[in-house]
């Protein structure tokens, strides 16, 4: 099974800033099969990248995905505040796993 | 516009089977694969397994001995059970739409599975 640690557990970010979350996993991952959510308390997740890089239909462009092999990253580009939430990488193999998660919250 | 409609009990004795289906409204369920994802209270996300459009499966490793997913296309609906319940399978339980590369695009509203007496 192919483990993916995200990191850091917890981000803390003013509104504006740039988050970086990243994700590393086990063992070499196809890119075409690497996939970001975000999920709000309460919320059902909410895709936000597919295949490493390509964003969902109505995900803004402040959302960027990018990686290769065993390391990925999303980044937001400018924060709002809607987008303060847990986000989770998946990634499809053999077997599919979700990481453990990045919160991002207000500073 | 396409939607996931879950159904099933929210309380399930322990040692019994967890029964959840999925309705696909407003599109066929015939040109998708299929996916169950739980979620403990306060925990990260599970996956469970899927279905194929043709009936094929694939399951969790860790779940796969007590897992079934099933499609009923004359419903447009695909349902889950997980037989032999305990404390840890409480957990809100998710159906979602694969997006074509094992990306969730649609998900159910999902239901909070309690496995207690």
């Known amino acids: 099974e192919i483990v993916l640690t995200q990191s850091p557990g917890t981000l803390s970010l003013s509104p504006g800033e740039r988050a970086t979350l990243s994700c590393r996993a086990s063992?070499?991952?196809?890119?075409?099969?690497l996939a970001w959510y975000q999920q709000k308390p309460g919320q059902t997740p909410r895709l936000l990248i597919y295949s490493a890089s390509s964003r969902a239909t109505g995900i803004p462009d402040r959302f960027s995905g990018s990686g290769s092999g065993t390391d990925f990253t999303l980044t937001i580009s400018r924060l709002e505040p809607e987008d303060f939430a847990v986000y989770y990488c998946?990634?499809?193999?053999?077997?599919?796993?979700f990481g453990g998660g990045t919160k991002v919250e207000i500073k | 516009q396409v939607q996931l409609q879950q159904s099933g009990p929210g309380l399930v004795k322990p040692s019994e089977t967890l029964s959840l289906s999925c309705t696909v409204s407003g599109g066929s369920s015939s040109s998708h694969y299929y996916h169950w994802i739980r979620q403990p209270p306060g925990k990260g996300l599970e996956w469970i397994g899927f279905?194929?459009?043709?009936?094929?499966?694939n399951y969790n490793p860790s779940l796969k001995s007590r897992v079934t997913i099933s499609l009923d296309t004359s419903k447009n609906q695909f349902s889950l059970k997980l037989s032999s319940v305990t404390a840890a399978d409480t957990a809100v339980y998710y159906c979602?739409?694969?997006?074509?590369?094992?990306?969730?695009?649609?998900w159910g509203q999902g239901t909070l599975v309690t496995v207690s007496s």
């Open positions: 279905l194929s459009y043709s009936g094929s499966t």
């Open positions: 998946q990634q499809y193999g053999y077997s599919l796993t």
């Open positions: 063992q070499t991952v196809s890119s075409s099969y």
């Open positions: 979602a739409r694969d997006g074509g590369a094992f990306f969730f695009d649609l």
